[in-house]
């Protein structure tokens, strides 16, 4: 009959030859690594600089980010600023030529001796603009002889003969008490340049415009013009 032997006898024993076993395993697998080119301590120094190396390229990539929307923010204020800039340039011309044609209507008078009535309408002219049913309207007004010895102050009216689902309507203005828009009034002694523009609805058409220069206090135009547009 064996003898017995306590179970912690037998795990003290039996402890160290596992220790030992797993030691030599583990080393073997080591080995193994080792033999095939992996080496451990290596590997944990390239993947430490591997994790450097991209904790530097996201703080890079954070502040090329930052620096290209800086650049395109810069861009598009500059792309604005070039924008203004052209258009008022475009403005600038626009207004050049409109002083040349004054200037020269104004030569055309004193070469050729004309004697105009007391006020006049010249170069009126109507014609669409970018809106649909936005009319853009122009003229000059001038007044001679006599009538320079004072300002002349009244107000401009526009009667519009329009046409509407094949309904002919004539629409006024200003309208109502609008009497007092500024863009209406009228005040000067030589000559006045007169640029604006009404809204109509897009579905109707203008036919003909009839323009009346009215001095302040009259009920009677003193001058009036017709153009049309069809």
Do not use: C
Request: proline letters at 3%.
């Amino acid at each position: 009959m064996r003898p017995h032997v306590p179970w912690y006898v037998r795990w003290a024993i039996a402890l160290p030859f596992l220790l030992l076993a797993t030691w030599l395993v583990w080393w073997a697998y080591d080995s193994g690594l080792e033999l095939a080119g992996f080496h451990r301590g290596q590997s944990e120094s390239e993947l430490t600089q591997l994790r450097d190396q991209l904790a530097a390229l996201k703080t890079e990539n954070a502040r090329l980010t930052m620096q290209a929307a800086s650049f395109e923010k810069q861009a598009q204020i500059e792309h604005a600023a070039n924008q203004e800039t052209v258009k008022q340039i475009s403005g600038l011309n626009d207004e050049n030529a409109r002083i040349q044609e004054d200037l020269s209507f104004f030569q055309s008078l004193t070469f050729s001796g004309k004697q105009a009535s007391e006020l006049t309408i010249h170069r009126l002219k109507v014609e669409h603009d970018t809106l649909p049913g936005e009319y853009r309207y122009r003229m000059l007004l001038v007044q001679s002889g006599a009538q320079r010895a004072k300002d002349f102050q009244g107000n401009l009216q526009l009667l519009v003969n329009t046409q509407r689902n094949g309904k002919k309507t004539v629409m006024i203005f200003p309208q109502g008490k609008g009497t007092e828009d500024a863009a209406f009034q009228l005040n000067f002694k030589y000559y006045q340049r007169v640029e604006h523009s009404f809204q109509l609805p897009p579905d109707t058409s203008v036919d003909s415009i009839q323009v009346r220069v009215f001095e302040r206090g009259a009920s009677e135009p003193k001058v009036q013009q017709n153009v049309s547009l069809s």
